[in-house]
């Protein structure tokens, strides 16, 4: 069955710094892998998702910036943090099937 | 662009009533419809995924119900529990099953 990792779990920033979170997922190839934001009381906001390696499509415009170097691993990054970028992210694969997979989420404080 | 909305917003009940909470999309023409849990500080846990051709499904003490031409689908708890307690979030795919759009959720309470 898949599974996805990802960390940190917990992040306090300063505003301006850089940050980098990674996914990585096992029991799987060639998934369609997500970054999700969710922020307090909010539902889901898709960011990115790529459907291969070096393949990226992002939905909505901001400073954040995606890169999956690896089948099997997701990056999300910023070069300098927005007090607006606090919040919940999730990183969630789609395999064969129909369901969407999550990990268990990394939460970013910009301070 | 394709909304989708969640009713109520909240909802507390106390342990053995039967709920339902719905979910409502504005566009019609999607690959499927999923439920989910979410608790506090956590992932989502898939429930049920209904595909577009279907009209509900069931699994345990839940259904999940689907009226594609109408925009709405509903989660039946039957007989809630404590542990029932979380927030519960629908999504639906395009016609490519690529991309999920869920609603805001309903964060459900369960009072012993």
């Known amino acids: 069955s898949q599974t996805i990792h990802q960390w940190p779990a917990t992040l306090v920033q300063p505003v301006g710094s850089p940050l980098s979170l990674e996914c990585t997922v096992e029991?799987?190839?060639?998934?369609?892998l997500y970054w999700y934001r969710q922020a307090a009381g909010r539902g889901l906001q898709l960011l990115f998702y790529?459907?291969?390696?070096?393949?990226i499509s992002s939905e909505v415009p901001q400073n954040l910036s995606a890169s999956r170097p690896q089948d099997r691993q997701f990056i999300l990054s910023s070069k300098k943090l927005l007090l607006s970028d606090s919040g919940f992210y999730l990183c969630?694969?789609?395999?064969?099937?129909?369901?969407?997979?999550f990990g268990e989420g990394s939460w970013l404080t910009v301070v | 662009k394709q909304e989708v909305t969640q009713i109520p917003a909240a909802l507390s009940v106390p342990e053995g009533e039967n709920l339902v909470l719905n979910c409502s999309f504005t566009?019609?023409?999607?690959?499927?419809l999923q439920w989910f849990r979410q608790d506090p500080g956590k992932g989502l846990t898939s429930l049920l995924l209904?595909?577009?051709?279907?009209r509900e499904q069931t699994s345990g003490r839940l259904n999940a119900s689907l009226d594609k031409s109408s925009g709405r689908s509903t989660l039946y708890i039957a007989a809630s529990q404590p542990g029932d307690s979380a927030t519960y979030l629908c999504?639906?795919?395009?016609?490519?099953?690529?991309?999920?759009?869920f609603g805001p959720g309903t964060r459900l309470s369960v009072l012993p």
């Open positions: 969630a694969l789609t395999a064969s099937g129909n369901t969407i997979y």
């Open positions: 029991g799987t190839s060639n998934p369609n």
């Open positions: 790529s459907v291969g390696i070096g393949q």
């Open positions: 566009d019609s023409a999607i690959y499927n």
């Open positions: 209904i595909q577009s051709s279907q």
């Open positions: 999504a639906v795919t395009n016609n490519y099953g690529q991309n999920f759009v």
